[in-house]
């Protein structure tokens, strides 16, 4: 375990976290849940047996239509007012720290239950920008990371940007002097890290680079784009009085594709609009669909199902035309996805993600012909839309995929015994 006190190297992740430690050398990551090395970051909190649960079991708790209020993307809220702002959960105001720290202890007791170790202090993963365009959200963000490990029970904590725990992770596919770009994008950030490798465990960090766009971003253009239609957005609404008709606001649309923001539309008011705009559309069965959903809380329902569709869309050995299938809104109801229209919903954030990667080079007064290894790490960075925008802009890189789930919380495994030492 090294010099230091007893270190849990966590990689709090937008969709998914894990946690480990180094022993002889290795990376160990610690099972969270079921034998499974990670754990959706996912909370339930069930209003019915006055109980939070949390992962695989709050997912199960969402589909099996258990009264309560189901949360993923937490860690997209970071560095905004929503982590401050209270509210009553189970009869006790809390806020979104609380609600965080809930987790990251949860974590920790798995963790220490697991090793039979108590873990006072942790080294945790952290974007290289949280908010890439706003200085002053970027920098709350790591204060109410820090104060949600506070609130963990950590007595403290430090911090590695997560392609910097990638790229020690994947030293075993490296050579000494390969100068290589790490390419890690995540649910809610797409991270850069350029390093050149000096030796088994030296890496040395040219420059990192990162952007507020990821995984949950995809699932949002696909939901905005495709699901939307069907439950209303672009329809049009006939006015109170006259003929004219105007097209329905997309605010309702727009939250109800976004992961985090689910969880606030299930008001009365939010309600009350949409029965509004099903009372004077000109086609009321397809609100008639949007007034279900809210009145059903089947928005984190549908948000799994479009990531279901993305995932089918990207798998080349596809045998049936992807579908996004909204079964549980309507009998039958679907959604076409072919893999052509992912890639052209997809490619101006794929060029994004593609122009960020260079940024990282040329910052560091590098050409893109001189990276000759590039490392995918992330789920979303499994996207064959995403990949084929990276080959373009490093046409002479070797690619590696590496532990694509599980890199970063390998790097912080290795890291966590030195990182108090």
């Given at each position: 375990m090294g010099n230091g006190p007893a270190t849990l190297g966590i990689d709090?992740?937008?969709?998914?976290?894990?946690?480990?430690?180094?022993?002889?050398?290795?990376?160990?990551?610690?099972?969270?849940?079921?034998?499974?090395?990670?754990?959706?970051?996912?909370?339930?909190?069930?209003f019915d047996a006055q109980q939070v649960v949390y992962g695989r079991a709050a997912q199960s708790a969402l589909i099996g239509g258990d009264e309560g209020r189901y949360m993923r993307a937490l860690k997209s809220l970071l560095g905004t007012p929503l982590m401050r702002e209270s509210r009553v959960l189970l009869g006790k105001r809390t806020d979104f720290i609380g609600i965080v720290g809930r987790f990251l202890a949860e974590v920790k007791r798995r963790a220490e239950k697991e090793t039979g170790q108590s873990f006072?202090?942790?080294?945790?993963?952290?974007?290289?920008?949280?908010?890439?365009?706003?200085?002053?959200?970027?920098?709350?963000?790591?204060?109410?990371?820090?104060?949600?490990?506070?609130?963990?029970?950590?007595?403290?904590?430090?911090?590695m940007p997560e392609p910097e725990a990638a790229a020690l992770a994947n030293r075993a596919v490296l050579e000494p002097g390969d100068l290589g770009l790490i390419v890690d994008i995540g649910g809610g950030t797409s991270d850069f890290t350029l390093f050149r490798q000096e030796g088994e465990d030296a890496i040395q960090i040219l420059q990192s680079h990162g952007i507020r766009l990821g995984g949950t971003d995809f699932d949002k253009e696909l939901s905005f784009g495709q699901v939307m239609p069907h439950l209303g957005l672009g329809h049009q609404i006939k006015h109170a009085f006259g003929d004219k008709t105007h097209e329905a606001p997309v605010s309702i649309f727009a939250d109800l594709a976004t992961w985090q923001k689910i969880p606030f539309l299930y008001t009365r008011e939010t309600r009350k609009a949409a029965a509004d705009l099903a009372r004077y559309a000109v086609d009321p069965d397809v609100f008639a669909r949007l007034v279900q959903v809210l009145e059903d809380e089947l928005g984190h329902d549908i948000a799994f199902a479009v990531e279901a569709g993305k995932i089918a869309a990207n798998d080349p050995a596809a045998t049936a035309p992807p579908r996004?299938?909204?079964?549980?809104?309507?009998?039958?109801?679907?959604?076409?996805?072919?893999?052509?229209?992912?890639?052209?919903?997809?490619?101006?954030?794929?060029?994004?993600?593609?122009?960020?990667?260079?940024?990282?080079?040329?910052?560091?007064?590098?050409?893109?012909?001189?990276?000759?290894?590039?490392?995918?790490?992330?789920?979303?960075?499994?996207?064959?839309?995403?990949?084929?925008?990276?080959?373009?802009?490093?046409?002479?890189?070797?690619?590696h995929h590496g532990a694509a789930l599980t890199a970063i919380a390998d790097g912080l495994a290795l890291a966590s015994s030195r990182a108090f030492a």
């Open positions: 709090f992740g937008t969709s998914n976290s894990a946690a480990g430690m180094r022993i002889d050398g290795s990376p160990r990551l610690i099972p969270m849940e079921g034998g499974e090395t990670t754990l959706p970051t996912a909370v339930f909190f069930d006072t202090h942790a080294l945790s993963g952290r974007p290289v920008r949280f908010h890439s365009a706003d200085a002053d959200r970027n920098a709350q963000a790591l204060v109410d990371l820090r104060d949600c490990y506070a609130a963990a029970g950590f007595e403290d904590v430090r911090f996004i299938k909204l079964g549980i809104v309507e009998k039958g109801l679907e959604a076409e996805l072919p893999a052509a229209l992912l890639a052209a919903s997809l490619a101006d954030m794929a060029a994004q993600i593609a122009e960020a990667g260079l940024r990282t080079v040329t910052d560091a007064e590098y050409a893109a012909e001189d990276v000759n290894r590039v490392i995918f790490v992330g789920g979303s960075s499994l996207l064959s839309v995403v990949q084929d925008a990276m080959r373009r802009a490093f046409p002479a890189a070797e690619v």
